[in-house]
């Protein structure tokens, strides 16, 4: 059963448009969310995160909003550059696990110049 | 940011033989280090935790036999698979972070590609 989910296996997106990832979860028990970003051949790095207890979380061209309701989250990327080419993984934390991260499957964003 | 480095970063071996991989944390102490596993277009998966000077802890379906984690230092972390067979192959990754927290944030090796022939 796959707690973390990203139904979009690719996007693209033209340069200097928003790119827009979404991500579901199934566990309701998931309290902090983030989202990490991997080129090829080297290992996901930390993007951006969000608590629960919030709705919104922004830090630069990157803004990543939750639905509680929904189980859903996104990573709005505005506006998107080529090198934001990667793929982008969606992870989620359980109260009480700390770091033992859910990974979603990944997204592949393509933006293209 | 913190660098985490792994060694090697692919391998091919026989069918029966151990395959060591090492996880080191470059420029900080880690007080955790985590090890996933990843297959083609899937997901990482964690297969364990490591808190330096005491025993991993497995996740579910995880074979702690096969599996050998040791984690020795504040800056190292080692993944055996032993008695490696062909359904081995995979990607494994290993993280690291100087904290416990969820908030706390991992920094990810650029992975070990092991081919068990």
């Known amino acids: 059963d796959q707690q973390v989910k990203q139904n979009s296996p690719s996007l693209s997106v033209q340069e200097g448009r928003i790119s827009i990832l979404n991500c579901d979860y199934t566990?309701?028990?998931?309290?902090?969310f983030l989202w990490y970003k991997k080129y090829p051949a080297e290992g996901p790095t930390f993007l951006i995160s969000i608590s629960s207890i919030k709705d919104k979380n922004e830090d630069g061209r990157f803004t990543v909003f939750l639905n509680k309701s929904a189980k859903h989250l996104s990573l709005h990327i505005v506006p998107s550059q080529p090198g934001d080419s990667a793929v982008y993984f969606c992870a989620a934390s359980r109260w009480g696990r700390g770091q033992n991260f859910v990974f979603g499957p990944g997204t592949r964003l393509s933006v293209l110049p | 940011g913190a660098v985490v480095s792994q060694h090697p970063s692919w391998v091919i071996c026989k069918s029966g033989t151990s395959v060591k991989i090492e996880c080191r944390s470059l420029?900080?102490?880690?007080?955790?280090m985590f090890w996933y596993r990843q297959f083609p277009k899937q997901s990482l998966m964690l297969m364990a935790t490591?808190?330096?000077?005491?025993?991993?802890?497995?996740e579910q379906g995880v074979e702690k036999d096969k599996f050998l984690i040791n984690h020795a230092s504040l800056t190292l972390s080692t993944l055996t698979v032993t008695s490696a067979h062909p359904e081995d192959s995979s990607f494994y990754i290993c993280?690291?972070?100087?904290?416990?927290?969820?908030?706390?944030?991992?920094?990810f090796g650029p992975g070990t590609r092991l081919t068990v022939l």
């Open positions: 993280s690291a972070s100087s904290g416990t927290l969820s908030t706390d944030t991992q920094y």
């Open positions: 420029d900080f102490q880690a007080t955790t």
């Open positions: 490591s808190n330096e000077g005491s025993k991993a802890t497995y």
């Open positions: 566990n309701s028990m998931f309290d902090y």
